[in-house]
């Protein structure tokens, strides 16, 4: 059986895209599925507007997606010679030709065509039947030429089996003789791109649908460059709720891989959504392994029609797409710790949270606190964060729990004070010893035992909700607990400036 040969070409044009990375993740899992190869082309040809921040932000972004490639990364510019020489073996068959038309004249019959209302406002072919003396005559003028594959002038039509979307057929006289070389000899992106394919021995081409009318004329060029087809699979374009592609700049920066490594979303987390963005795997299952995933990806599933992308820009809820959340939210909480513990290391070292006893002495502790508050957190960054009173002592007081649990009761200044000096007095600080002392505090002042926990939760987390108290106490220990009750006083008095400022 032929190896299996894929790729992933990006033009390097712009940041990496969330529909380009699912273009890239839908190869890699076609390759890694049928024991293939995924190969890495630059399309950089269009030299005026790739970049090599693009080229580096593309390799990144693949790169902590975890999307290997087997072969490159090749750029196309390398393979100019290569290029041309496929234009000048389609000139020499007969299959293209000079076309010594001006831009000023094929404008002038452009808006005449469409004032007479024809609807065929492609190449009029005049340049198409010049003899070879009437070339070499305008090549001696030194009129400037582009050269134009010649699509076959007769009845019927170009076609070709998609996997996905079944027989594609375009009449010939639907398809204007397109350029493949501009006057500067720069051979253009429809021709490159299937001389690299071939030169590749690409024999699957999975991209999206945006790309079904390249693919005809592109198959004209494989057939007029004596080349086997491909397999084609186009997949759906994503859109927004209102239809409309996404865009950075309808959408900003949601469309873009970075954002989800900055935001702190699990990479696979994305994959997995990204792959159940225009493919489905017939079943409910929504969370997938790499192993899973490549298991059951086949291209008869990948989706006929638009995918949405569900996400409202002004919704400050969700930052990016809410089934995205939720798959991130599912990963975060059931990881291995030790994976979940090395990508929390290197947010925390961001941060200035990070403190080498966490990977030494201090691991064990490192590991049962990520554990015990991953239950609520919807991304990595909320562990420096949300989570961020277990590492520090300058985390935040939210205003929620700090009217319900603080402001409410002026008392809880004394009674958490009292609480402080019962627990330093304990001879074992544990869940049960705290618990205890709590409860029997509460008893002797005659208030609820809720009443003393909701405020030392608020004290000592500046949260409302979280872990069981008794838990987070331990988590915290013994010396940070009773300072920070001690230091309720504090807490008041701030409070109390803050009322009259
Ligand atoms: N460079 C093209 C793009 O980024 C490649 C398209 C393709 O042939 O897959 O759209």
New binding site residues.
Partial sequence: MTEVRV?????P?GYLHIG?AR?ALLNWLWAKKNNGKLIL?I?DTDEERSTQNSIDGIIDGLQWLGLDWDEGPYF?TEFADEHRKAADQLLASGHAYKCFCTKEELERKREAAMAAKQDEVGYDGTCRELTPEQVAEKEAQGIPAVIRFKVPKREGSVAYEDKVLGTIARAYSDIEDFVIVRSNGKPL?LLC?VVD?IRDRITH????Q??TS?TTR?VLLYEALNAPLPVFAHMPLTLDLQKRKISKRSHGEVVSVQFYREKGVLPWALCNFLALLGWNPGTDQELFSREELIQAFTLERIGKTNSVFNYQKDDPKFFTDPKLISINEQYLRTMPLDELAELVKKDFIKQGLWDEAYENERRDWFLSTLNLIRDRFHTVCDFATLGRAYFANDYAMEEAPLKKNILKYPELKSWLALLAERFAALPEFSKESTEEAARALATELNIKPGVLINGMRTVLTGQLAGPGMFDILIALGKERTVERMRNIEHLYSSLEESAVS
């Fill in positions: 790729r992933f070409p990006p033009s044009t380009s273009t082309r399309e196309q992106y791109n394919d081409i999975l991209r999206g945006d790309h390249n592109q």
